[in-house]
């Protein structure tokens, strides 16, 4: 019996690829377009297990389009710039850049070996200048529509990294990447409006949600967190200004007992009584060094200090003491509240605490609050509190409350996000230069557009280490510039931006990769986008996908696109884990790509990824079988060296049963790849593969064209997954390359029509017959038919029905 030589095939078909080039989107094609965009990786060293299975679940659809004729953009690229590179280049004394482009060529070569089928002719990375320029274009265009603008204010701090974060890196109060616990820094920092879109963001999700990951657009619901309250005014003693707070809970205002002001917002230093200033000052150098998911936990004791002054409530004109304390954030709502403690635990606990009063407004027939210290949230009828007392709905308690507030001027209804702006400065060395020049005279003045690419200087080794300010601060020579408006001294600004601006528009960049005058061509992008479809992975449930939504409405609002959301659908591949944990050094369960491929071969690797379960669960790679993958793609292979036929016979008139098997196998493959169902598209191509192969054995024989038909399907269905045996099938039933382009195969919609179908008749639970009958036929005429059966007969002995269960057109059940 003849073998499959896996590295034999490999090698031969690799350069024939390169040379026919089946995957260059062409953007004049007349044919229907279709862009599938996988998510770009960073550089770090070579590919790993999972680029091997995201690329492979991609490849599947890309390829799928392909066959089915669209013309396909599927572009590949590298997010270039980051911390690891920095770090390493500080490592082992060098520019970040060597470990950088070393890394890409290597993952480059890896991807090609593993046969995506990638437009490589658009292949790009957000650290080369020609790309860098146009996300500094970006900004200046952002900036000059007012949606990126500078602020001195308390940031997210990572010690480690020597670096501020945006909210989103920070995960339960640590750095998402290095995961020390982050601190608060005050500082002067770039930020991208993102709240100017944040309606538009929630509401396009509806839209989103039949094509998105749940957990993707719930994660995106919860992050953008709109809430409706209000705002009221309250006036304070000794001051013009009053003093506005945000609640959710307006309809509680009567049992407002007291005020409560962030303790690091400028407002408690403007209110602070000077008896009370030197508390404040003490308390907050303790304030400083909490995280913000610290603040805001429920269980931790309250702290705080009075600041020496009273609040005038609204409504009843009662003087409430005003304290400041940490549990009021600064940067949320007003960083003010009136703290209603019977009705909100934190405020609750604050009273407890302090020995400040607490009075119920809201009888929900639970247990008071003012006795139990267990704040009630529910509603309940109103008590203590004037217009609102019998109401018993808080609906018609907020509305009424809310009118009243409006009527005297005092307040309003309003709505508030928990989105911040994007703070997107960054103190580290590899990443864009902001293209901001500081004047002492002109102040902020933007690099002229003919003066872009603002490049980075060439810094290497220790001038990169982390100092807390930017290593770019410290490069004199590219610091200190003339101001490009009086000429004057100026220095450039030293930060760099966060490497989640460059990869929020690169998708844009892949339908024009070479454009020269501008960050994309305008035609080309309105052709291909939206993307059809985004393969990546769940961890961008917020901040990549926020951000590039965000950046897609921006540019649509400047008249660059006509879409406003940039991916049309979106699949979320599982993890690949070994063993039942996730892969790490530690543990020393990693599975090595490299090793896994030259074993079993690329086709083998990929065909398991991809066959191992529904594409968003995990694979636990100890449990599957590459070696198994193989077996079947031996057996594969094997079938199209016993095709006698010749290519070009037609299959009209070939034996109907395996015809049947065949058009019922392509049929369904496509709903399929069309439901990521790849798995189970795998297991019918498993099934046609076993049927071709006793179509041969022991019925039709090899020479019959119903079996080059089917093997023919066979290699056009495996080159979504397996594109090496594929191609191989296909040569060897006597076609020229390549497969990947050779089109869906035709169905003859007369043999997916089922001619018959066995009816099981059983007595008593046990079969007695099997009927062959219409696929439509009646339940009294299968019944009929059961009664009549000989053997249905015999089996009855005479004895009385008591009762015939028909289920048509495959059950009878008899009882006697
Ligand atoms: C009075 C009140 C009574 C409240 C009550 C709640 C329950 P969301 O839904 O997250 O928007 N709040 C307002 N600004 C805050 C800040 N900067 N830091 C911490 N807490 C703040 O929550 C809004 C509610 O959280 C507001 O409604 C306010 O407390 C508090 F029975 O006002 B509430």
Request: proline share 6%; aromatic share 10%.
């Amino acid at each position: 019996q003849e073998t499959y030589d896996v590295e034999q095939v490999q090698r031969k078909w690799l350069p024939v690829w390169e040379e026919l080039q089946p995957f260059r989107a062409d953007d004049d094609s007349p044919r229907e377009k279709r862009y599938a965009l996988t998510m770009f990786p960073y550089p770090s060293g070579d590919l790993h297990m999972g680029h091997a299975e995201v690329t492979a679940l991609h490849d599947v659809i890309a390829r799928y389009w392909w066959q089915r004729g669209y013309e396909v953009l599927n572009p590949m690229g590298w997010d270039s710039f980051g911390l690891p590179a920095e770090n390493a280049a500080i490592r082992n004394d060098e520019h970040p850049a060597t470990y950088t482009y070393a890394n890409i060529e290597t993952q480059y070569d890896s991807f090609k070996h593993y046969g995506i089928s990638f437009d490589w002719s658009r292949r790009l990375h957000t650290s080369d200048p020609e790309y860098y320029r146009w996300t500094q274009w970006l900004f200046l265009k952002f900036r000059e529509r007012g949606l990126a603008y500078r602020k001195n204010s308390p940031v997210n701090w990572c010690p480690n990294d020597q670096t501020v974060l945006a909210n989103e890196q920070v995960v339960d109060g640590k750095c998402e990447r290095c995961g020390a616990e982050v601190t608060k820094r005050e500082l002067t920092q770039w930020y991208f409006k993102i709240t100017e879109y944040a309606q538009e963001l929630l509401d396009c999700l509806d839209d989103l949600e039949p094509t998105w990951p749940a957990r993707v657009v719930t994660a995106q619901r919860n992050w953008i967190g709109r809430s409706e309250g209000a705002h009221v005014d309250f006036r304070v003693e000794g001051r013009d200004e009053p003093v506005t707070v945000y609640t959710t809970r307006p309809d509680t205002l009567y049992g407002a007992t007291f005020m409560v002001v962030a303790a690091d917002a400028k407002l408690a230093a403007e209110l602070v009584s000077e008896e009370q200033r030197p508390a404040l000052e003490d308390y907050l150098t303790e304030v400083r060094k909490a995280t913000e998911v610290d603040r805001l936990s429920t269980d931790r004791p309250k702290t705080g200090v009075f600041l020496g002054v009273h609040a005038v409530n609204p409504v009843n004109g009662e003087r409430i003491p005003v304290w400041a304390a940490d549990y009021v954030l600064a940067d949320y709502g007003t960083g003010a509240i009136m703290a209603v403690p019977a009705h909100d635990q934190r405020d609750l606990d604050f009273a407890k605490k302090f020995g400040l009063p607490v009075r119920r407004v809201v009888d929900t027939g639970e247990d008071n609050p003012e006795e139990t210290y267990v704040a009630t949230t529910r509603d309940g009828v109103y008590v203590n509190s004037g217009p609102l007392d019998g109401i018993t709905d808080k609906g018609t308690g907020i509305h009424t409350i809310v009118e009243q507030l409006e009527a005297a001027g005092t307040g309003r209804g309003t709505v508030n996000f928990r989105l911040r702006d994007w703070l997107l400065s960054r103190q580290r060395y590899w990443g864009v230069p902001i293209p901001i020049v500081h004047c002492e005279r002109d102040g902020e003045v933007p690099v002229p557009y003919d003066q872009l690419p603002l490049e980075l200087p060439e810094l290497r080794g220790a001038d990169l280490k982390p100092k807390g300010v930017s290593p770019l601060a410290a490069a004199e020579d590219w610091v200190n510039v003339e101001c490009p408006t009086c000429g004057g001294p100026a220095k450039r600004d030293s930060d760099t931006m966060d490497t989640f601006v460059d990869s929020s528009w690169y998708f844009l960049r892949y339908c024009s990769p070479d454009y020269t005058e501008g960050p994309f061509d305008v035609e080309k992008a309105k052709a291909w986008m939206p993307a059809d479809i985004y393969v990546g992975g769940v961890e961008h449930a917020v901040l990549h996908l926020l951000y590039a939504r965000f950046f897609t409405k921006v540019l649509r609002d400047m008249g660059m696109l006509d879409v406003g959301e940039p991916f049309a659908a979106q699949l979320n591949q599982g993890f690949v884990i070994n063993r039942g944990k996730k892969m790490s050094k530690s543990l020393g369960n990693g599975v090595n790509l490299g090793e896994q491929l030259a074993e079993f071969g690329v086709d083998a690797v990929r065909l398991t990824l991809v066959f191992a379960g529904p594409p968003e669960d995990d694979i636990d790679w100890a449990e599957m079988s590459p070696a198994g993958s193989l077996r079947f793609l031996q057996r594969a292979w094997r079938l199209s060296g016993d095709v006698t036929s010749p290519a070009g016979t037609a299959a009209d008139g070939g034996d109907v049963a395996l015809r049947r098997i065949t058009a019922r196998t392509v049929h369904d493959a496509a709903e399929l790849v069309e439901a990521y169902r790849f798995n189970v598209m795998i297991a019918r191509v498993m099934e046609l593969v076993n049927a071709t192969r006793k179509a041969i054995d022991s019925g039709c024989g090899p020479a019959d064209p119903a079996v080059r038909e089917a093997a023919e399907a066979v290699a056009i269905l495996l080159s979504l997954v397996a594109p090496y045996t594929a191609e191989e099938m296909w040569a060897r039933l006597g076609h020229q390359p390549t497969v990947a382009r050779a089109g869906w195969p035709a169905v003859d919609p007369a043999l997916l029509v089922e001619e018959s179908v066995t009816a099981v008749v059983q007595i008593q639970g046990k079969v007695k017959a099997r009927l062959e009958v219409a696929p439509d036929i009646s339940e009294a005429d299968l019944e009929q038919l059961a009664m009549a059966d000989p053997g249905v007969v015999k089996a009855i002995d005479g004895r009385p029905v008591r009762k015939v269960i028909v289920r048509a057109p495959k059950l009878v059940n008899v009882v006697v």
